[in-house]
């Protein structure tokens, strides 16, 4: 692991425990660290923390003034952080259920949510019960036990409904340009290859590792040659070829 980011970690964990004591029972890291994907300068920092119990406002706004980029100073893009009970987090519940969501860093807009009821349903609330499959398969500890004992995966008709879900709300988002390379789109395609991965072979990948293994399975569709080759300076692909292949795997999921 990057050292920067170790100790950032390192940091984290510290600054969470001085606020939480012995409520602190868990700590992982998630997203590209987790699943060995993480390049310094493009990825964010994805940690999932455990409470022994719910938080008060109290404690949740202490740990967002500590542990916020001008506090502890994010080395990554940026910081997105979720504080889950430990009761939830082993509950296998697709619902949000987060005690405090946190994003920040210098270049990611700041969001402090203290109450799911409070995240805006056109944000989308599918996040978080897909984060915590991949928790559950590939969660870094920081502390505590093993991510897969911590976490508990999502039944398979929560995980179609949530993929579905995540792939309707891409779909939404406002049309990049249609006949030329758009900026962001081979992270909608390789994150569309992540999902159709997981729901034919139930594992979860790096985006660019599921667009490899799309290829290498014998999928042809270009987009995910382009796509991947966009990581290393290419072009990316259309916005036309992007909602193409995103509507591909969501019908594909949907059945």
């Known amino acids: 692991m990057d050292s920067d980011l170790q100790h950032y970690l390192d940091d984290l964990v510290n600054t969470a425990r001085d606020v939480l004591g012995a409520d602190l029972v868990g700590a992982y890291a998630a997203g590209s660290v987790g699943l060995g994907a993480y390049q310094a300068g ?12 719910p938080l008060t406002e109290t404690t949740k706004r202490t740990l967002v ?45 700041f969001r402090r949510t203290l109450d799911p009821a409070d995240r805006p349903v056109a ?33 398979p008709a929560d995980l179609r409904r949530l993929l ?39 594992v979860w990948l790096a985006k660019v590792a599921a667009g490899q293994r799309l290829i290498d399975a014998g999928d042809r569709a270009e987009v995910i040659h382009q796509a991947v080759a966009a990581r290393h300076g290419g ?5 036309a070829q992007a909602r193409a ?11």
């Not at 994010?74 to 946190?102: I, N, Q, W």
């Not at 897909?130 to 995966?153: K, M, N, V, W």
């Not at 072009?235 to 916005?239: A, E, L």
Request: charged share 20%; net charge negative.
């Open 42 to 53: 493009r990825s964010d920092v994805d940690v999932a923390l455990l409470s022994a119990g």
């Open 65 to 109: 003034a500590r542990l916020r980029h001008e506090a502890l100073p994010c080395p990554a893009r940026g910081l997105e952080l979720v504080v889950y009970d430990r009761a939830v987090a082993a509950s296998g519940t697709p619902e949000p259920g987060f005690e405090v969501e946190l994003n920040t860093g210098a270049s990611m807009p």
């Open 123 to 155: 944000d989308g609330r599918f996040w978080y019960g897909l984060d915590r499959s991949i928790l559950h398969q590939s969660g870094l500890p920081l502390l505590g036990p093993p991510a897969g004992e911590a976490f508990a995966d999502l039944a």
């Open 164 to 202: 579905i879900d995540a792939l309707t709300w891409w779909l939404a988002l406002p049309t990049p340009p249609a006949d030329q390379p758009a900026p962001g789109t081979e992270d909608a395609v390789l994150g569309a290859c992540r999902s159709l991965v997981r729901h034919r072979d139930g």
């Open 235 to 239: 072009p990316p692909p259309t916005g």
């Open 245 to 255: 292949f995103q509507q591909r795997v969501r019908d594909e999921i949907a059945g």
